[in-house]
């Protein structure tokens, strides 16, 4: 299993793996249209326009009906969705979902009661994210808070040692591990519930694109101005790599003209699954693929 296409001129918005009663893949040209593709032959299942035409706070009527209405047809929800100036994040069972609204306040729906999520200060939040299975939300601000609810209720908030340049941080809440990876320009690193770090590791190259599965188990990273992705273990040990363009060429072409990207285009999405299933964009092209197709690299391992 290992395809390419070629869909749109311009590069995605975001890739997203999805799985229900069929194992599909959403491949975003723009915050509100996506394509959604079956992972196994490729087929085009559904191209679909977001739009909601009422008032996008989420406390007005309809909302709640619209945001049930972010599944792909195998069932399952979209981990998250810009409708508007909302980002809207969903947990698997599309019972909770968390919003982030234009004015960095966040909102905890569950079952249809809304609740706004505080927090010890009122700065801009430059990154949020959900453990879609337990409801567990974090947020960074921009002060380099990192603020923790556990669904509505407020655990706290710690300082987190994190570089704002060159890139936005990125936050990432695997499912139900009680860790955080935290991701910047210059480092990863897993911290736990309370702010400690449990492991960190320097990163050669500027990030452009970052995923984790949802277990934990693998972190991916592509760098922001060359074609490389790394792919990392749970303690942040350098395992796999490979150039996105050789992905690309391993993979089958499913259009007869469908190009290979260029060996120094810059890697614009990813997403990765706990078995391995990984999906890339470059540029208008995507591929599904899986980890297998990256190189293999030595690990240390303790002698005694």
Known sequence: MSWHLHITD??????????????????????????????????????????????????????????????????????????????????????????????HDLYLDVDGQVALLTRDDDGPLAAVSLDRELGTAAALSTNGRLHIYQQHIYIGACDVAVEFEPITPVVLLPETSGELVVVDGVKAQVLDSAGKVRCHHPLPAVP?????????????????????????????NLIRQNRADDLFQRAVPLQLLADIPAPDAPVNQ????????????????FCLTHVDYFYSLPRTRPLF
């Open 10 to 103: 311009h590069p995605l918005f975001a890739v997203q793996l999805l799985y229900g009663q069929m194992s599909q893949i959403a491949a975003w040209t723009s915050s509100q249209d996506v394509l959604i593709y079956d992972q196994i032959t490729g087929a085009l299942l559904e191209k679909r326009h977001i739009l909601y035409n009422g008032d996008t706070f989420p406390q007005t009527d309809g909302w709640r009906a619209f945001a049930h209405t972010l599944s792909a047809p195998n069932g399952a929800f979209f981990p998250s969705v810009t409708v508007g100036h909302t980002h809207v994040f969903a947990s698997n069972d599309g019972r909770l979902f968390l919003y982030h609204d234009k004015n």
């Open 208 to 236: 452009g694109a970052v995923a984790c599965s949802p277990d934990g188990s693998l972190l991916a990273i592509g760098d922001r101005d060359h074609t490389i992705i790394r792919i990392y273990d749970a303690d942040l």
């Open 270 to 285: 990813i997403a990765i699954d706990d078995d391995g299933t990984f999906a890339l964009s470059i540029d208008g092209g």
